[in-house]
């Protein structure tokens, strides 16, 4: 396991745009891909993006496609989430999380190392 930090959320206005953070400890790092998954209050945990570890291969949920950009500096041990045009349907808290595997997955589950969150307000 690894250990992931988040940071960047804050209280935004309709439109805006915000970029996430997620720092991790460790020079294997950039071995991990790495998801990005909010939970809105009474919601269930959700996909938004997620990319593999070398940078190549990212997706995204529908709902965020054309908006979110993740990208990756394995120099910095970082992974970013640009955000744009946001919602105020994207309110939530988004996670950070990275996974050994093979691909990078949409799936919670396949993920081992969480961070703690970061809170995103987008005010209509």
């Known amino acids: 396991q690894v250990d992931v930090v988040e940071s960047g959320g804050g209280l935004v206005q309709a439109g805006g745009s915000l970029r996430l953070s997620c720092a991790a400890s460790g020079r294997t790092f950039r071995s991990y891909n790495v998801g990005w998954f909010r939970q809105a209050p009474g919601k269930e945990r959700e996909f938004v993006a997620a990319i593999n570890w070398s940078g190549r291969s990212t997706k995204y949920a529908d709902s965020v496609k054309g908006r979110f950009t993740i990208s990756r500096d394995n120099a910095k041990n970082t992974v970013y989430l640009q955000m744009n045009s946001l919602k105020p349907d994207d309110t939530a808290v988004y996670y950070c999380?990275?996974?050994?595997?093979?691909?990078?997955?949409?799936?919670?589950?396949?993920?081992?190392?969480w961070g703690q969150g970061t809170q995103v307000t987008v005010s209509s």
């Open positions: 999380a990275a996974d050994l595997g093979d691909i990078a997955t949409i799936r919670p589950s396949t993920y081992d190392s």
